[in-house]
């Protein structure tokens, strides 16, 4: 087994940021993504060689920092620089601090009039809250290294799991060695990641006036990903007096957090996409397993929730291309007629329906939708298609 300092599978954009870091244009690198997908190491392999000073500091302290330990680290930085290579100055969860992003702009600014040769990497666990901050604040200045969770093919390739382990345990690299002891995995993903991400990701650092509302309806959404439920139809399942308008927030920052997504339905019309029920999607399958307990094999044996868990991981291949910039991403349903997921992207839409068991050879959604609006491409996942082990080994472009 791989140790976490040697992992290779994150290199591609360890190499990205590590040639962006050395050329003489300057720009706020931002790496983000949710927990436990190798922002860190990412930034150690980037940075293990630069013949540069580094200084690394991170904001995710019980303390809760201020704008003026931006300014302190800063300025540590500035006096590592001892040639005209300049430094390189790392903050983690820079989104912890609030108004962060007007410091950093001013202190950026302050050295580009200098000419002074310092790289500032931002590292967040919080994509839609350092999203904010940078269309706010720094437009212009940066550009983004966007992380996801992790792959079949980084998770089989890391850790030799079958297709059947990456179904049920997901894509977090940091749980992997637990695996053999269910419980304990368990645990860790519950305690150590979702209450972490919804704790200090969502509620610490958004408006949140229903903190039960939003734990209820991620639980919610972990038990129907794969479903298409009414934002009406969700009030009722958490028999709350809230409104649609507070959910379809609360999704959006569950989203942020890297967490589960609302899919929009395609309709040709982005007002009539966004006013649509959503789809729930997990972007993580952990997400759905973690409480359940037990093991593949169990799991297995329940032909639905299997079904379901490997919509559910085709979704998620999807949706952390979406999270990427590589693709929009839908569902499509008409009447009685559906697909699972539409894939939106400059070159046209791909249609995808994914099926776990031998599938019937006429596909009514798939061809519904060919004829209402002629995808350059449709897929069928399971069945008799495309082998789920083979879709997601690919990377989504590859489809598309």
Known sequence: MVSKNEIPFRRPQAAVLSARLTEPRRFIQVVAGPRQVGKSTLVQQATADLPLPVRYASADEPTLRGVEWIAQQWEAARLSIHDPAGAVLVLDEIQKIPLWSETVKRLWDEDTRAARPLKAVLLGSAPLLIAQGLTESLAGRFEIIALSHWSFSEMRAAFGWSLDEYLFYGGYPGAAP??????????????????????????????????????????????YSGQILSYTKMLGQLQDAGNTTTLAHYLELLAGAGMVRGLPKYAGDAARSRSSSPKLQVLNTALMTSACGGAPTEARADPEFWGRLVESAVGAHLACAAQRGECSLYYWRERNQEVDFVVRTARGLCAIEVKSGRAPRAHAGLQAFRQAFAPQRSLLVGGDGIAPEEFLTQPVAHWL
């Open 178 to 223: 637990l695996i053999g002891e269910p419980l304990r995995w368990s645990r860790y993903i519950l305690d150590s990641l979702i209450e972490t991400s919804i704790s200090r990701d969502v509620l610490l650092l958004s408006r949140v006036d229903k903190p039960a509302l939003l734990r209820r309806l991620f639980e919610l959404a972990c038990r």
